[in-house]
């Protein structure tokens, strides 16, 4: 909407300063046409806007203009009252503050705008923390915050997986929150890299300025990461054919799943897992209800070691007598522990 979209512009002009008509039509996604029309709108409105040419020229508001704009959508107020994850933000030592700016934004609400923000606070909660609560060190997290806020070089010892740990001194960039997990995303050099806050120990603000290039982009660094740390990951992928019973249980992390397709009365399923151990322990976990098809050695581990527990109860345990036949076959009888009982339990 055409309303919409004007108040956009004076929220961006308000924000930035000065924008340009190309750089304000690709923002909002117009043309400039429709952006010279939308300056002409808010000018005959009273809003103060002006253009100035040659270089580093553009369209920005009088000085000292600003706006008190109280038109936020539902979908809005929706998005703007549902970013503060608590978990995070005590981790930080920002709780109280972010609790306190809340209830002055809160405040400042005209009445009906005010209900619908407590209509979706009284409906809605983000909590960021994983299942499994985190047992990591946050110690020097805020030490890290604060080199951050100050702009400083930070000293710190960093160990690694093994336990060895090594000095390091370092440029911060940012913090990254993922899950239950804090990260800092620093440089040395040209280098930037990402290390684990739980595994900084002794870290000291240093008196010299962190030299932060002016293009950095934490989110575009942290995917670009995150991507090549997981086209990095082991892989291990097997082909498995299961039965209809067993398959929400073989299906429950669909995470792993990349192929399902029935075939005949059982169903074709293509998982990756982490390491070969890792899709051993789960073909047998699932008895004749799961066979393996690929790969070769997988499905030949499998039958090794079925072909084992054969043998191994084969004989009867010392001082104790062989039960008679139909005794014996009434206890194969008896299904095998169920899918349910072995398959891994949500909360």
């Known amino acids: ?29 117009v043309s400039q046409r429709t952006i010279l029309r939308d300056m002409d709108a808010l000018s005959s409105a009273g809003v103060p806007v002006v253009a ?28 703007l009252f549902l970013a ?57 997290l805020p030490v890290i915050l604060e080199s951050l806020w100050s702009g400083r070089r930070l000293r ?12 390091r001194q370092v440029d911060p960039l ?14 040395k050099g040209d280098e930037q890299r990402t290390y684990r806050v739980s595994r900084i120990r002794s870290a000291e603000i240093l008196p010299e300025h962190a030299n932060r290039p002016e293009d950095f982009d934490l989110s575009a660094y ?8 997981r086209e990095h990951l082991p892989r291990y992928e097997a082909t498995f054919l299961v039965t209809h019973d067993i398959l929400p249980w073989v ?34 976990s699932f008895g004749a209800a799961l066979e393996v098809l690929e790969p070769p050695e997988l499905r030949d581990y499998v039958i090794a070691t ?19 036949r139909e005794e014996v076959t009434a206890v194969s009888a008896v299904p095998a522990t169920s899918a349910r009982e072995i398959a891994p339990r949500g909360p």
């Open 306 to 324: 079925a072909q084992a527990v054969v043998d191994a109860y084969a004989k009867p345990p010392a001082g104790r007598r062989t039960a008679p």
């Open 84 to 140: 503060r994850p608590p978990a995070l933000l005590a981790e930080l030592g920002l709780k109280e503050a972010a609790d306190a700016a809340w209830l002055k934004l809160r405040a400042a609400l005209p009445v009906g705008v005010r209900e619908q923000a407590e209509f979706v606070r009284e409906r809605l909660l983000i909590d960021s923390r994983s299942w499994r609560d985190s047992t990591e060190s946050l110690t020097s």
């Open 156 to 167: 710190f010892l960093y160990e690694k997986a093994d336990g060895e740990a090594s000095e």
């Open 174 to 187: 940012g913090v990254v929150a993922r899950a239950n997990r804090w990260y800092l995303v620093a440089s």
């Open 52 to 79: 100035e040419r040659g270089t580093g020229g553009g369209w920005r508001l009088i000085d000292g203009y600003e706006t008190k704009l109280t038109g936020l959508t539902p979908a809005e107020i929706r998005s």
């Open 251 to 284: 299906c429950y992390r669909s995470w792993r799943v990349l192929e399902r397709v029935q075939d005949g009365e059982r169903f074709r399923v293509s998982m990756r897992f982490d390491v070969p151990e890792e899709a051993r322990q789960f073909a047998l």
């Open 1 to 29: 909407m055409r309303a919409d979209r004007l108040i956009s512009i004076v929220l961006l002009l308000q924000a930035n300063g000065r924008m340009t008509a190309e750089t304000l039509a690709s923002r909002l996604e």
């Open 222 to 229: 942290w995917e670009t990461s995150t991507n090549r740390f």
